[in-house]
């Protein structure tokens, strides 16, 4: 942190759609950044020197303390890697990789270079999920039921990368729901699944999930794209002291039909205060747990190929 006002100064790789809808408004609002350049191939944004490559971004940017990385997961170990040897704090965006082993690589390059890593879970931030996790601390589960279902064409739209190996298909959303539930719940491990896999595509469309706990819970998740009309974001624990619903991908909380109050949406806030603090105090916060679940699915699930799919 040397820039003169204190901030951390910034830079951001990969203009595309959550760079523009999150992260540079953000960062923009934040009075713990300074945004100091961007890299992107083909996106550009107005008021600080663009990059081609994060390269190009570190060599005219001696200065910046901090990229954020907002490529498909496919792409983003190398450019980790090298921001992290520079000495670069790193912001990933979920999922932190597209390889479990190849976050190890960072976690372990991260500390060796003494800057910090942050593998962000956007959804771990929305509103209801502290409280839920805070109800949920000590009682007894009986049964949990997640309901990830959201159609592609409309929040996925000419996106070649997700459904190519690595980018996770119906996971891309899905990791958010894992990664609310690892975070809400007791550790609980895969038993079975079926990722349904159209034929002309390399990640799945649908996958029915089946896990359990050390207690013999019943954890059950279906993520579906091909849903239209009302879309579904919706985790359901069943407990002895009554039904905790969090819903609209975590914004809601109902517990017994009580509808919770909560403070509005701010969940990349959240992630940039997270990251500032994680910089001051020289830590790294990196929890594979949600990439465990979705690596375990693709190693333990049955594969159903289903009708091509077409955009
Ligand atoms: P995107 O718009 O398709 O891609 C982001 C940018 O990455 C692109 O504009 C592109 O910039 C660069 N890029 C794309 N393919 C690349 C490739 N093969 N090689 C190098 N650069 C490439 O994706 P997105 O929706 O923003 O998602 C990016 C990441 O954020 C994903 O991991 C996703 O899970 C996560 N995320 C997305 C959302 C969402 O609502 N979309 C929400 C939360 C998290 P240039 O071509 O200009 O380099």
């Given at each position: ?79 980790a890697l090298?921001a992290i040897e520079?000495?670069?704090?790193v ?18 390059a991260a500390?060796?270079r003494?800057v ?196």
């Amino acid at each position: 942190m040397s820039a003169s006002n204190g901030t951390i100064r910034i830079g951001l790789v990969g203009i595309g759609k959550i760079a523009r809808d999150q992260h540079l408004p953000v960062i923009g609002a934040s009075p713990d950044y300074t945004l100091t350049a961007v890299a992107s191939r083909e996106g550009r944004y107005e008021g600080v020197p663009n990059y081609r490559t994060l390269a190009e971004m570190l060599a005219g940017q001696g200065d910046l303390d901090a990229v954020a990385l907002c490529q498909p997961p496919q792409v983003r170990f190398s450019a980790a890697l090298a921001a992290i040897e520079a000495g670069r704090h790193v912001f990933l965006e979920k999922p932190p990789g597209a390889t479990l082993a190849e976050v190890g690589i960072l976690i372990e390059a991260a500390r060796a270079r003494g800057v910090s890593l942050f593998a962000s879970w956007h959804s771990r931030y929305a509103p209801g999920v502290e409280p839920a996790r805070h109800w949920l601390s000590g009682r007894r589960i009986r049964s949990v039921a997640i309901a990830w279902m959201e159609d592609v064409r409309h929040w996925h739209p000419n996106q070649a990368w997700i459904w190519q190996a690595g980018g996770m298909g119906v996971f891309d959303p899905g990791i958010n729901a894992l990664s609310i539930a690892t975070h809400i719940l007791p550790p609980f491990f895969l038993t079975g699944a079926t990722l349904s896999v159209p034929e002309n595509r390399q990640a799945p469309i649908a996958a029915d999930l089946h896990f359990t706990d050390a207690d013999g819970t019943a954890i059950e998740a279906v993520f579906d794209w091909r849903q239209t009309g009302p879309q579904t974001w919706d985790i359901r624990v069943d407990t002895e002291d009554g039904l905790l619903v969090l819903s609209k991908g975590g914004s809601v909380l109902t517990i017994d039909g009580s509808e919770q109050p909560l403070p509005p949406e701010a969940e990349y806030r959240g992630l940039y205060d997270r990251f500032a603090a994680l910089v001051r105090s020289g830590t790294s916060d990196v929890d594979l747990n949600p990439l465990i679940h979705v690596a375990d699915a693709f190693l333990r699930g049955e594969r159903r190929t289903v009708e091509a799919f077409t955009d």
